[in-house]
């Protein structure tokens, strides 16, 4: 035993972790100098650091070196430095014989590595490293000079002190340099603090640019928004993880750690899918009138779903102020031309067929794969919006009165949508298993506690109302007992009940709760389930927490807003008081909303005071998880999106859910009455259309007087300068050429003629049958545009099977075939 504790004393205790995933360090290993290396998981560890045992144990980081040829080696943490620019490597400890090597070789080897962009063309290829604090680096050709310079090279910028803002791109005096050292971006102060990912470090800061944005959305308390190898703009701060998860769709790759982001996409002009769209309804109530739109995507909000102020100037919607965007595997509903809203998975570049590459596409547009045709198209942005839960439970409701191409869309849309959601949500249960292995820590309380002037009442036993149940009864005070005081929500005294210590309405004082246990699910975090078997009409649990008043409760949110506290757990108990389980309460805090929920709250009154607890709306098995109706009041378009999975569900938080369908009685019911005689069948139709019938957008419409014609124009599109008066029947109606009765009608346009003037003028289209005009039949002598409907060709593949008619015609395929 002796000699074992002199040995333990030999041991040193190691240093804590020194450099994390995904940083730029030197290395010494194998004889080489000083090597500029990355920070990475081995593959087959699943770790890059580990502990070296032994007499002498010492961390040992798994690198990545830069440039030709690469290794991957596990390296002493005493042979390692901190990387802050190529400007140390001179002052570096003295290596040892075959060790030197020339400063030339290192900053080209450097420069090919880590610095791959310039930084004025946006280009690869040889660089010259600026060793001053801006980390530039430049091709000769760009700075003006015939030669690399001998010794230390510092471009003008640093050899001034004078730098250019990276946002901004104005230079001045007062910018300040991200704290990160191998950063050297400057930024203005007002410039910078627009990105959230910034962050104060000591009496500076970190710019955004070293943060995956998409995963500081998603949880900006994680530990791994910044771990990991980073793409970054060279135009603007802000970076991804260099997978296609994270990555931004639209994005254009320069080298492996630099990319141009969508935010730089310029529209191009006479490009009708180029053109910003909106929605001509609101994203909160889904109905139409006049809407608050934001410029960056189609969202569009009454001002008064969004209780705000009319803003002044531009406005953008939260998500596009958080700078969420859409990326590869997401589906999206897309606007093309002046077909409807179709459902579409953004593809990525390389999966595409190549002939839908050769396409020309800026930066920020990037493929969809439209379902129903299996078709492509280019888009940005502004033409898509996301594709929820509640339009995956909706698809027969939308498939009503469509062409069979729209309701197979809409049917693979959905069965697309639940195949990413399960992977999604199975990786996201791998995330947080490794991360969060227990449930957030609060203290756990048995009966509520009143904070502040807050008051418990407790009620005198005269005042406590008598039921009329008997101790002789079989079940007194029961579930199905008559007694009066559990009809009226009242809980027994066991000192006023006639039934005494027999009394089985009693449940808050005794906590008589139902066994549950607290779990991870699959999206929503933690979760409460049961553990057996609970009945119809059983008590739960009572929700337990603090008891406070409005004016700490505005306080609380208030706190949380200002610390991107996302998770509430307040329940109002009356008009001034309510329940916060968040820092102190019971399991009843862990069960999650369900717009289809097994468990109620109701609002007791337990010995003069009210208390609130969850019973069972139906037969709940073993193992089911616990859910209730939040009925939660949500204020702004900083909606929250339910993820209950019921058949009902309403898509967000706060929102109705939809009509429950009719249980079991009141189904018998339906058919004792239904032998009576039998209802003709009311089919509903579509009074007015929604969108402009000449360009396709939303907006102030005027619509057609006519009988039976649902079409609706802008103003501005048939050239009025005021909404007409009367009986005004629309263009649609008129031939073109000598306004007479017209007989036959573009189905895509108002473009329509008379028995004299249609022939050469309209086609019977060859992909859908549909009546067109020479413009809007694609196989006609003049078909669309590139921007509105695209053709691809290719080679004619003979085949023993029957190919489409309507899709295939010698060589030339259509790529898109969508129907209005």
């Not at 757990?569 to 008081?577: A, E």
């Not at 018998?668 to 000449?694: M, P, Y």
Request: net charge positive; with cysteine; charged share 25%.
């Amino acid at each position: 035993i002796l000699h074992c504790a002199q040995n333990s004393l030999k041991k040193k205790s190691l240093p804590p972790v020194k450099f994390l995933e995904g940083e730029i360090i030197w290395a010494k290993f194998n004889r080489r100098p000083w090597w500029p290396c990355e920070v990475i998981i081995d593959p087959v560890q699943g770790v890059y650091h580990r502990v070296k045992g032994g007499d002498r144990p010492c961390r040992l980081y798994h690198v990545r070196t830069f440039g030709e040829p690469v290794e991957f080696i596990w390296v002493e943490e005493k042979s390692t430095h901190a990387f802050h620019g190529g400007f140390e490597f001179e002052q570096l400890p003295l290596l040892r014989r075959r060790g030197k090597q020339r400063e030339t070789t290192f900053t080209a080897t450097l420069n090919r590595s880590y610095y791959a962009v310039s930084q004025v063309c946006e280009k690869t290829g040889e660089l010259l490293l600026c060793e001053g604090q801006c980390c530039g680096a430049f091709h000769l050709p760009c700075i003006s000079l015939a030669e690399a310079p001998k010794g230390k090279f510092v471009c003008p910028e640093c050899k001034s002190g004078i730098h250019t803002c990276f946002v901004c791109k104005k230079r001045s005096e007062d910018v300040r340099r991200c704290m990160i050292p191998v950063c050297g971006k400057f930024y203005h102060g007002e410039c910078i603090a627009n990105y959230a990912p910034t962050a104060p470090v000591n009496r500076g800061f970190r710019c955004s640019i070293h943060v995956c944005l998409t995963c500081f959305i998603a949880n900006p308390n994680s530990s791994s928004i910044s771990k990991g190898r980073l793409v970054r703009c060279v135009r603007c701060p802000v970076a991804y993880h260099a997978t296609d998860l994270c990555m931004a769709a639209g994005s254009v790759v320069l080298s492996n750690n630099s990319i141009i982001c969508p935010n730089h996409f310029t529209p191009r002009r006479g490009v009708k899918n180029h053109e910003h769209v909106n929605v001509s309804w609101c994203f909160v109530c889904t109905e139409g009138g006049s809407l608050l739109c934001c410029e960056s995507c189609p969202a569009a909000f009454h001002r008064e779903c969004l209780n705000i102020e009319m803003p002044k100037g531009s406005w953008y919607c939260n998500d596009c102020k958080a700078g969420k965007k859409p990326r590869y595997k997401d589906i999206l509903w897309v606007k093309v031309g002046r077909y409807r809203w179709w459902p579409a998975e953004v593809s990525h570049p390389k999966t595409i067929p190549e002939n839908i590459q050769r396409m020309r596409h800026d930066v920020g547009e990037f493929p969809v794969h439209f379902f129903g045709s299996n078709d492509y198209l280019w888009t940005y942005q502004a033409r898509v919006f996301p594709y929820m839960d509640v339009d995956a439970n909706s698809k027969e409701k939308m498939g009503k009165g469509v062409d069979a191409t729209y309701k197979k869309a809409l049917e693979e849309a959905a069965v697309r949508f639940r195949e990413l959601q399960a992977e999604k949500e199975l990786r996201q249960l791998q995330e947080d298993r490794k991360n969060d292995r227990k449930p957030p820590p609060y203290k756990h309380i048995k009966v509520n506690r009143p904070i502040g002037k807050v008051q418990i009442f407790t009620a005198d036993l005269s005042e406590i109302p008598r039921c009329n149940c008997k101790a002789t009864d079989e079940s007194p005070c029961g579930m199905d007992s008559e007694c009066i005081n559990r009809m009226l929500l009242y809980e027994c005294h066991p000192q006023v009940c006639p039934a005494g210590e027999r009394c089985l309405n009693q449940a808050f004082t005794k906590r008589q709760y139902s066994q549950v246990e607290i779990f991870r699910t699959l999206s929503r975090g933690w979760g409460l389930r049961c553990v057996h078997d609970i009945k119809k009409g059983q008590f739960v649990s009572e929700y337990v927490g603090e008891v406070i008043d409005e004016e700490e409760c505005r306080s609380r949110i208030r706190h949380a807003q200002e610390n991107d506290i996302c998770n509430f757990y307040m329940l109002t108990l009356d008009k001034d008081r309510i329940i916060d389980a968040g820092p102190k309460g019971n399991e009843a805090r862990f069960m999650n909303h369900s717009c289809q929920p097994n468990c109620e709250t109701q609002k007791w009154t337990v010995s003069g005071d009210t208390r609130v607890g969850l019973f069972a709306l139906v037969d709940v098995a073993a193992g089911t998880e616990l859910t209730f109706n939040y009925n939660l009041e949500c204020l702004g378009n900083g909606k929250t999106v339910c993820k209950c999975g019921a058949p009902n569900c309403s898509g967000f938080l706060g929102v109705r859910p939809k009509n429950n369908p009719p249980s079991d009685d009141k189904g018998r019911k339906l058919k004792r009455r239904g032998h009576g005689k039998k209802k003709s069948k009311v089919v509903v139709t579509k009074e007015r259309e929604d969108e402009c019938f000449s360009c396709g957008d939303g907006g102030q419409m005027v619509s057609c007087k006519r009988p039976g014609c649902p079409k609706v124009y802008h103003a501005d599109c048939l050239n009025l300068t005021k909404r007409p008066a009367g009986r005004w029947e629309c263009p649609w109606h008129q031939c073109d050429i000598c306004g007479k009765e017209a007989a036959s009608f573009c189905e895509m346009c108002p473009s329509s003629y008379c028995c004299q003037h249609r022939d050469g003028l309209l086609f019977i289209s060859k992909l859908d049958g549909k009546l067109s005009c020479s413009e809007h039949d694609p196989c006609g002598p003049e078909p669309l545009e590139p921007g509105e409907i695209r053709e691809a060709w290719r080679q004619n593949r003979q085949s023993g099977n029957k190919t489409s008619q309507s899709l295939q015609w010698g060589n030339k395929w259509q790529s898109i075939t969508l129907h209005k």
